[in-house]
């Protein structure tokens, strides 16, 4: 019971049906008053104008007062000409009403009158004149034409009122049933997804409501919730993957070296060449939880005014004997003066490597990598081009997500982690990233940095 | 031959640790909680103390806070978990001399130790001399012997940097820190390249060698005479 009347829509069908049986009523009182007030108003200029009529020729008072009685079939015409001592002279009333004043207007006034040789106590609409010989004239009406009329509109409301409160509630209970089922397909898909389906959506009308916009941005959200989970499990999996494969490898290599190793130079060996494994094992450890770090903002304590000139031109000094060892022409194209950026900047010079890095590792020998540095607008751009073998176009938006190994870059050594953190240290600074094709047929990224930090 | 403190927690790593530096020759005492160690700290003397970040009792940076108000400068290096360089820089901020991230290598702390060592190298100097390498700080020019090298700008800073521990195994990642003064740990063979560029310009044909690759740990820089 109590789920019942918690339940909004019983609340609903009750709140529905009380305020219309509400309305009903107020206007059945409205209608009841104007009835009451239009047979009053009536009946009270008849009785006004025979009183004053009848009045107005005194030979004819007695003659006039009898034509009201006698046009009179059902008994509800009352009249009577009295003498100034009090005597009846003409009409149908044996006595006077005493408490009635003889200012011509209607009054009603119970009296004693006499119907089919019967005496009976009535309430009559009364009015009274005295004639200037002192002699009083008075017309009356039964009041029960009216009362009967006042009754009939209260019972008509009565009994209307059982169907309206019937009708008002099973509207109600429809209106709110509707609203109850929508809401209990609703309620059946959060259900789902409280219980670990992620792909449930909640069910959207067609009518473009508040509540479809709401089922709408729901849906959105779980579409969010969706993609990042999809990403949490994606990242736990290529963890557990990418570490079984050197744990497996440093396992069979040390079970090897244990067992077959002639001398402690063999022996040795087989443990250099496992911690080779631990090492890039950690590394990658090591790196995840960086971009983690470095995602969740908790790095701003190095936050400081930045020269990207310096940055870029230190980066590539860096890695220039890198590049050469390789045959790899590395040119740097810096423009002059450029806006100092807020930021981080052993962070930025690292965003910088991780793309440089990449960058010598993709391009062939005798290949060429530029690193640039311009302005675009309000942004300054930091771009590294090679002529590797470049990303095609249908891989560019994943390349900055974690453990994401371009299908041509599975030959070569590295954990997919590294565009994985340039993407991290992109978000922490507002960056943006962009991929494109370099003028030499091979890739060309670019980190956009807005002038002013919005920080 | 130093006397150590290592304040550690975790009993695995501090038995690592404490073979490794006891196997190079150093004495070191362990203390577990914050409190034995600050104990241990302020009663003993000490060449150098590591102490962990996060400790039981005492937090490691309150601990190596207190005794820096205390006025006690022995050289500190800060171990962490927590490997990013807010906690570098609250580490260094709290009085730390040198901050390590786990995981480490045993051979880097151990480089790193024997670097807070032989602190303070007076930087003064302006002319640096190893063997018969010769480096001036203030023209910018260095010789062997009679030849005169012929050195980028950030080749004389990595010369400068390993002239002044002669004969001290510098780590890949205390070089770039150092020398490029920025702080993660460089990927591929960077550090080697380059140090095999100056390699090229010091050693040539036939010349001693004055750059050692000490495997698994770093380069060390020795005397030719």
């Not at chain 2, 302020?42 to 820096?68: F, H, Q």
Request: with cysteine.
């Amino acid at each position: 019971m109590s789920r019942l009347t918690r339940s909004f829509a019983f609340r609903w069908a009750l709140g529905i049906a009380l305020w219309s049986t509400l309305l009903s009523l107020v206007l059945f009182a409205f209608v009841y008053w104007q009835t009451a007030a239009f047979l009053q108003d009536e009946l009270s200029q008849v009785l006004r104008h025979e009183v004053r009529y009848a009045a107005s020729d005194p030979s004819k008072v007695g003659a006039r007062i009898e034509t009201w009685v006698s046009e009179d079939l059902h008994s509800v015409h009352f009249a009577g000409l009295f003498s100034p001592d009090g005597r009846k002279l003409a009409g149908n009333l044996d006595a006077r009403p005493q408490a009635l004043p003889l200012d011509g207007e209607v009054h009603r006034i119970g009296t004693q009158v006499a119907i089919a040789g019967r005496r009976l106590h009535e309430d009559l609409w009364s009015a009274g004149i005295a004639l200037s010989d002192g002699s009083i004239v008075v017309v009356a009406h039964d009041t029960d034409e009216i009362d009967r009329a006042q009754a009939t509109v209260i019972r008509a409301l009565g009994l209307a009122l059982g169907p309206t409160l019937a009708f008002s509630i099973l509207g109600g209970v429809l209106l709110a049933g509707r609203a109850k089922r929508r809401l209990a397909s609703t309620e059946a898909a959060v259900a789902r997804v409280m219980h670990g389906d992620l792909r449930q959506r909640l069910p959207v009308g067609t009518a473009g409501d508040e509540f479809d916009r709401l089922a709408q941005n729901v849906n959105g959200m779980l579409d969010e919730i969706e993609r990042l989970v999809e990403e949490v499990r994606g990242v736990g999996d290529a963890v557990a993957h990418d570490l079984r494969t050197p744990l497996t490898r440093l396992r069979l290599r040390l079970e090897r070296g244990r067992e077959q190793a002639r001398d402690i130079d063999e022996l040795r060996e087989a443990v250099d060449q496992g911690l080779v494994w631990i090492d890039q094992t950690l590394e990658m450890v090591t790196a995840v939880l960086r971009i983690g770090e470095i995602e969740h903002g908790r790095r701003c304590a190095a936050f400081g005014p930045v020269d990207l000139g310096v940055v870029v031109s230190e980066a590539a000094e860096l890695f220039e004997p890198l590049a050469e060892e390789k045959g790899i022409v590395l040119a740097l194209d810096v423009e002059g003066t450029m806006p100092v950026i807020e930021g981080d900047c052993s962070l930025i010079f690292e965003a910088v490597s991780n793309l440089l890095d990449n960058a010598i590792k993709f391009t062939p020998m005798n290949g060429q990598v530029r690193v640039g540095l311009g302005r675009r607008g309000d942004l300054s751009v930091v771009s590294v081009e090679d002529t590797g073998p470049g990303i095609p176009t249908a891989e560019r938006e994943q390349v900055f997500r974690r453990f994401y190994r371009a299908e041509r870059a599975r030959q070569t050594q590295g954990n997919g982690l590294g565009l994985g953190l340039v993407a991290a240290i992109a978000k922490l600074h507002g960056f943006s990233l962009a991929v494109t094709e370099g003028s030499g047929g091979g890739c060309r990224m670019e980190i956009l940095c807005p002038a002013t930090h919005p920080r | 031959m130093a006397k150590l403190l290592l304040i550690e927690d975790d009993a695995a790593t501090a038995e690592e640790v404490l073979g490794d530096l006891r196997g190079r020759g150093h004495e070191v005492a362990w203390a577990a909680t914050g409190p034995e160690g600050a104990t241990a700290a302020r009663t003993g003397s000490w060449n150098a103390i590591i102490l962990d970040r996060m400790l039981p009792g005492l937090d490691g940076l309150t601990l190596l806070r207190d005794l820096r108000g205390a006025g006690d400068r022995t050289p500190a290096l800060v171990l962490s978990a927590l490997g990013d360089v807010d906690e570098r820089i609250h580490g260094l901020r709290a009085g730390g001399d040198d901050y390590l991230g786990k995981p480490f290598v045993l051979a880097e702390l151990a480089a790193r130790i024997e670097a807070l060592l032989r602190r303070p190298t007076d930087t003064r100097e302006t002319v640096l001399r190893v063997g018969t390498l010769e480096l001036d700080l203030i023209s910018g020019t260095g010789r062997r012997g009679l030849r005169d090298l012929d050195l980028l700008p950030r080749e004389l800073k990595l010369l400068e940097y390993l002239m002044r521990r002669p004969g001290q195994v510098v780590t890949r990642a205390m070089m770039f820190e150092e020398v490029w003064n920025y702080r993660f740990t460089p990927k591929s063979n960077l550090i080697d390249v380059h140090v095999g560029r100056l390699r090229r310009k010091l050693e040539v044909g036939g010349e001693p060698i004055l750059i050692h690759n000490v495997r698994g740990e770093g380069f060390t820089l020795t005397p030719d005479v």
